[in-house]
């Protein structure tokens, strides 16, 4: 009986977990504050400008920027889970997160991380019906189907998460309650905890399996027929308009798997976690700032002629 109460206040001593931060040398903070400040910045302001395009553009008005201006506000969110307490701990003494913050911070990472995989392969389909159904495309991406493609992926993300942060409350964490990260990871906090985690894998290994590889295998087969079809194209002016539809989205997808596969299918040692930071550090700041770049520097659509009309727009009401 004593025992049993000793161990449910070791369980809820745990009020809080330091974070060691970034790998990098106290005399350097100041220069990659300045950096990762600059970057996150770019993702807000970039995605910001995608979407207020997107929304004042009828042309845009599309099944694809519909899904892009999801994806964007997804980028901005998954990238201010992290980015703003790791400034703020680079600038600060305190390195803590309470409990429940840390809790917070996993889920909502965790959601808006699997909404990019499914917003990704909605993006994929409508590329797919584009290009290899292009006399049915209207009927096939009705504004019904991609509303219903968006609310699935919203609720498959958010009872993932929930999945995931309820078996991480049960939980014991009694000894050290040092996470060498700049945010919760959910594989760092396992590392960390004194309960059997073996459940709390296996789901891992079961949710990456519906949320990240099946998504990634139908973007593949997505582009597998589109790449066939595209070679039974006659034309040299048709093959270059059906690549600059899918050229953006394959950059985007690219960096979003590459750098998963990099975080999660080659992890570190457990004496060796510089990597998997440094990695994350692309996977949460780096990539969410590319996508507005991507997007607009090599979607015709997006490079010049909204941008113009956005820019017409803005004159004729000042004046």
């Not at 790998?23 to 970057?39: M, N, R, S, T």
């Not at 699935?152 to 939980?171: D, F, G, Q």
Request: aromatic share 10%; charged share 10%.
């Amino acid at each position: 009986m004593i025992s049993h109460t000793m161990g449910r206040e070791n369980q809820s001593s745990m009020s809080e977990f330091l974070l060691l931060g970034l790998p990098i040398q106290p005399e350097q903070k100041g220069v990659f504050f300045a950096l990762f400040l600059g970057v996150y910045l770019a993702t807000v302001l970039g995605n910001l400008l995608i979407l207020l395009v997107i929304r004042l553009d009828p042309h845009l008005h599309t099944p694809m920027y519909f899904f892009l201006s999801h994806l964007a506000f997804t980028d901005i969110t998954f990238s201010s889970v992290t980015t703003p307490k790791m400034l703020m701990n680079m600038q600060t003494q305190s390195q803590s997160i309470s409990y429940a913050g840390c809790i917070s911070q996993v889920y909502f990472f965790l959601m808006l991380g699997c909404l990019d995989s499914f917003l990704l392969t909605s993006m994929a389909y409508d590329r797919y019906v584009a290009i290899c159904h292009p006399l049915h495309y209207i009927t096939i991406m009705s504004q019904s189907l991609c509303f219903l493609l968006v609310i699935v992926s919203w609720v498959l993300s958010s009872a993932s998460a929930i999945l995931h942060t309820l078996l991480l409350a049960h939980l014991s964490f009694c000894g050290d309650n040092l996470l060498p990260h700049f945010f919760c990871d959910l594989a760092t906090l396992l590392k960390l905890s004194t309960s059997d985690t073996t459940v709390n894998e296996l789901f891992i290994l079961t949710v990456g399996v519906v949320v990240i590889t099946l998504p990634f295998a139908c973007i593949l087969v997505s582009y597998g027929c589109i790449g066939a079809t595209i070679l039974r194209v006659p034309s040299t002016k048709g093959l270059y308009k059906a690549l600059s539809t899918c050229g953006s989205h394959l950059s985007v997808v690219a960096l979003y798997y590459g750098t998963i596969i990099g975080l999660y299918f080659f992890p570190s040692s457990n004496n060796s976690n510089d990597k998997d930071v440094i990695v994350a550090i692309l996977y949460t700041l780096i990539t969410p700032m590319l996508n507005p770049f991507i997007y607009s520097l090599r979607n015709q659509d997006m490079k010049g002629v909204a941008l113009k009309r956005l820019l017409s727009h803005r004159r004729i009401t000042a004046s």
